[in-house]
């Protein structure tokens, strides 16, 4: 039996109650959207997308986007993955999947034609390094066919690399073709971790593709990693730890893994067995927070720590930062252009999302028709708890006095469930509540999930269809 986790106390930026977690911890959204994908519905398609883009239009509202490219393919299957990926070594396939993402872009291009300035973009996957430096080049070539860039100085163009498919001098061409920002699985350095997910990814390799992405002039290099894994243990995973803050990247993701067999097939081929224990998991979580924020990297929230100088953190000091399908982001509300198979955009009053299955792309592009397949329009409650809870997992306090309600309906009125649903909360030490001004406390932070929770109304609607299988993970 693991020993009970004490309260580490780490300041300024957060502070782990093992006791308040383990009390606490329950299923629930990460709110990288609001409403969640999980309520999207396909009687929204391609006309209602074009009809908010059209509305975005009339309204004047030309703000800068952001460009999310997906890329499926993958070599190999990583057991713990979760994202919409196609396993092949057949390389012929990008091929094909690149020239039906052309016609997306074309017909995207087209739709924005006059605000296509672009000052953010991601590449993410399966493995955006699975297409060759030729197939990348052109890619991007049609991209800045249909939209205009901005400068370097300016945007905030990133990559997700899977360390063990590139070479240092793919790094330096990474750069060479625009790429600014860069992003790297490492998950867990302990071979006998990365044996039992299938993810065979030496250090000393991974440090390579670091080091060439610092010396290639990348602004910003973050790392994943993750707890929860099998075979990890309290005293496997403080190696990894020591081993990524020695290498200093700029931001560091560290995720919970949530063992969902029923949802993506993959985790099917990991033995429950092997996973620890969740006492374990706490005490990894803690040691993990421990260890970063003496090494002086602040938490950013929901899983994210950055060091004081990136972009991450002066944007959360500044009141900027900004939570989208992406994580957090240093552009505010960007209208984001997604593309490619499952990819979801969030574009105006609406979010949408992309055929999940190939041949349905595929199929929906032979038609001359935008792929979507289902998504959402949102309503004037659904744009108001919107903000409000993005406030709140980016900013950790809100004033809902100062919010324009619908109606001019009174904030103590309109939110008087929601203030009800905090109260035992407030009691719990996880925020303070000071008339319509909400403050997460240090020990609330970890647990930010929990009090967006309170302003979900899908979460206390009853679904018309009834009860359904569970769809998310644990809070910590």
């Known amino acids: 039996m693991n020993k009970p986790a004490s309260v580490i106390k780490i300041t300024p930026s957060v502070e782990f109650d093992a006791a308040l977690v383990r009390k606490l911890n329950q299923m629930g959204p990460r709110y990288t959207s609001y409403p969640t994908a999980d309520r999207f519905a396909g009687d929204f398609g391609a006309e209602q997308y074009q009809h908010a883009v059209g509305q975005v239009r009339a309204a004047g509202q030309l703000a800068d986007l952001s460009l999310y490219i997906h890329i499926p ?23 094909e999947y690149l020239d039906y993402l052309r016609r997306e872009i074309a017909m995207q291009g087209q739709l924005f034609a006059g ?8 590449f993410g996957g399966g493995t955006p390094t699975y297409l060759s430096d ?4 052109g890619l991007l070539a049609d991209l800045r066919e249909w939209f205009d860039f901005a400068s370097d100085e300016e945007g905030e163009f990133s990559i997700e690399v899977d360390p063990r498919t590139v070479s240092p001098a793919r790094i330096a061409r990474l750069r060479a073709q625009g790429f600014n920002r860069i992003s790297l699985g490492i998950q867990d350095f302990d071979p006998v971790v990365q044996q039992a997910v299938n993810r065979v990814q030496p250090y000393e390799q991974t440090m390579e593709v670091l080091l060439a992405a610092r010396a290639s002039g990348f602004r910003s290099i973050s790392v994943d990693l993750i707890y929860g894994l099998p ?46 224990d969740a006492e374990t998991k706490l005490q990894m ?15 950013i929230g929901m899983d994210h720590f950055a060091l004081p100088e990136d972009d991450l953190a002066r944007s959360q000091r500044e009141g900027e930062l900004h939570r989208n399908f992406q994580g957090y982001s240093t552009h505010a509300d960007a209208p984001m252009v997604a593309l490619g198979v499952s ?21 929906r592009l032979d038609k001359g028709e935008l792929p979507v397949a289902r ?13 409000v809870i993005g406030q709140l997992m980016c900013d950790f306090e809100l004033d809902l006095g100062a919010l324009a309600l619908p109606g001019g309906v009174p904030a103590d009125v309109y939110f008087a469930a929601e203030l009800e649903r905090l109260l035992p909360l407030a009691e719990q030490g996880l925020l303070s509540i000071d008339g319509l001004r909400l403050t997460v406390s240090m020990r609330g932070r970890l647990l930010i999930r929990n009090i967006c929770m309170v ?22």
């Open 285 to 299: 979580l803690g040691l993990c927070i421990a260890r970063l924020t003496e090494a002086g990297y602040v938490y």
């Open 375 to 387: 998504g959402i329009a949102l309503s004037d409650d659904d744009l108001l708890r919107r903000s």
């Open 231 to 276: 075979k990890q243990t309290l005293a496997s995973i403080a190696p990894t730890m020591d081993k990524v803050i020695a290498a200093r990247p700029d931001r560091i993701a560290l995720y919970n893994y949530a063992h969902l067999p029923h949802l993506f097939k993959a985790q099917r081929l990991i033995v429950a067995e092997d996973l620890p």
């Open 73 to 95: 393919f993958c070599e190999s299957l990583c057991y713990y993955c979760a994202c919409n990926k196609i396993i092949t070594q057949d390389h012929g396939k990008a091929v």
């Open 115 to 122: 605000m296509n300035r672009v000052e953010q973009l991601h």
């Open 455 to 476: 302003f979900d109304h899908y979460l206390h609607a009853p679904r018309p269809e009834g009860p359904s299988p569970t769809r998310y993970s644990k809070t910590i």
């Open 134 to 137: 030729e197939q990348m080049d």
């Open 343 to 363: 990819a979801i955009s969030a574009v105006g009053r609406s979010y949408s999302q992309n055929e999940k299955v190939l041949s349905h792309y595929y199929e």
